[in-house]
C-alpha cells in the first residue's frame, strides 16, 4: 500500500525471471507505473527489490508479486524474508498489470514447510529419472531393431536387469548367438533370477535363429552403441532406485503422510511422486506465478494444519512409482 492524500493506494510488482538478472515493474491501482528496476539474482539483488517496495508501500510485506517461476532462490527468499524465460523490462510491467487486473484467476504459490518443499524436490527428479530412462530405453529399442531384433524379442523390457545384464554381456546378434545355456544361465543369476534353465534355454532358441546382418564393421559400431545406452540405463536404474528410498524416507516424516498414502493409488509399498504442502506461517509476499488460469484443485481430506492434494497421473513407464500431479488446496 502507498498512501494518497488520507488512505492507502495498492501496488502491484511483477518480476521477468531470466537466470542472471530479472527486470521489475511496479504499479498502482489504476495501472500507472510508479518504478521500473532490473536487479541481479543474488542477495543484493534482492535487498535492491525490497528496498523499492518499502519505498512505495507502507506495508512491504503485503504485497502481492507476480513472477514467471516458482521455484528458485529468489522466489524463495520472497516466500521466508517479506525456469528460462527471455528477460524484458516490458514483461514485467505485463506481469504487473497482470497482478492488477486478474488477480482472483491466478493461484498464490502454498506457503509449503521446508519439509514439503524437500519431498517436491526429490519426486520432480525421481520423475526427471524415469522419464529420462524411458528416452533411453526408446533409443535403445531403435538401435536394435536396426541390426538385433531377436533381442525385442527376447526382452519386452530393456530396462530390467536381466536385458541389461545379457545385452551388456552380447550387444550384437554374432556375439548373443554365442552364449551357450550355462553362459545365459549365469548371466540370469548375476541379473538375479536366479538358476532359470527354462529361461536360459528359451533366449538360447530365439538368439540362434537365422536373421537378417549388418555388415560385421557395421554391426560392431552398433554393438559399442548398444553397449553405451546399456551403461546409461544401469546407472538410470541405480540412480531411480536411490530417489525412491530418499523420497519414501522424506515422505514419512510428513505428518500428513499416512493420510496421503490413503488415497487412491497411493500406498506404503509406493511412496508418491508429490509432495503435500504444510499450512505454516503465511509468506511476506504473495506470490502469484504469472500464467494462464489453472483450475482450484480439490481440498485434501487432510486435517486443516497441513491441507494437500494429489492426483495420480499416468505412468510414463511400467516401473514405479507412478508420477503424480499435485498442487495445494486453496488457502
Known sequence: MVRSGGGWLEIFCGIDWSEAAHDVAVVDETGRLLARRRIADDAAGFTALTELLAGYAGRPERVDVAIETGRGLLVAALRHGMAGAKSDPGDARVLADILRTDRDRHRPLPADSDLAAAVGVLARAHQDAVWAR???????????REFFPAALT??????TNTALAVLAAAPTPTAAARLSRANLTDLLRVAGRGTRPTEAARLAEIFTVDQLRQPPVVEAAMGQAVRAIVRTLTAANQSISDLEAALAAAFDQHPDGEILRSLPGLGRSSPPGCSASSVTTRPASRILPAAGPTPAPPRSLARPAAAGSCWPATSATN???TPATCGPSPP
Open 319 to 321: 516401473a514405479w512409482p
Open 154 to 159: 527376447a526382452f519386452a523390457d530393456l530396462t
Open 134 to 144: 524411458v528416452q533411453d530405453a526408446n533409443r535403445l529399442r531403435s538401435l536394435l
